[in-house]
């Protein structure tokens, strides 16, 4: 497999012991989310099986309203996801600033979710933690 860089930019949010920065393939110049774990942070928790269990998930799951992963990798420090980019935004975000969604625009995201959760649960997945995030496809 050949070497691929990316041209990091910004932190977009940091929480625990996960950071996401958006990044750019330097090959394709696709946009990508970089999802970095630290190592030491997840052994002290004792989520080491939790993580794996996570990236292998993630790595089964196709579909076009599931945010998809592209690689991952890692050092002796960190373990890096590589994520398509969700370019929009948080929907909560979106709800807050805008106030309430006309109907036809709360349809419009609700149909992507309940898709995206059905591909997950025909597929034996269960996902306990969703994030509504604007999609611009």
Not at 22 to 41: G, Q, R
Not at 78 to 97: H, P, R, S, T, Y
Not at 106 to 115: D, G, H, I, P, S
């Amino acid at each position: 497999m050949s070497e691929v860089l990316f041209e990091v930019y910004l932190c977009n949010f940091f929480i625990f012991f996960v950071r996401v920065k958006y990044a750019v393939n330097t090959e394709t110049n696709e946009a990508v989310a970089i999802k970095i774990l630290d190592k030491d942070k997840i052994q002290a928790r004792n989520m080491g099986a939790q993580i794996k269990k996570e990236i292998s998930i993630m790595k089964m799951i196709n579909h076009h309203h599931v945010v998809a992963v592209k690689d991952v990798f890692a050092t002796s420090a960190k373990i890096f996801i590589v994520l398509e980019f969700v370019g929009g935004g948080e929907l909560f975000d979106k709800i807050a600033n805008e106030g309430k969604l006309p109907e036809d625009k709360a349809r419009f995201y609700f149909k992507q979710l309940v898709e995206g959760l059905e591909h997950c649960h025909n597929n034996g997945i269960c996902h306990r933690d969703l994030k509504p995030e604007v999609n611009q496809r």
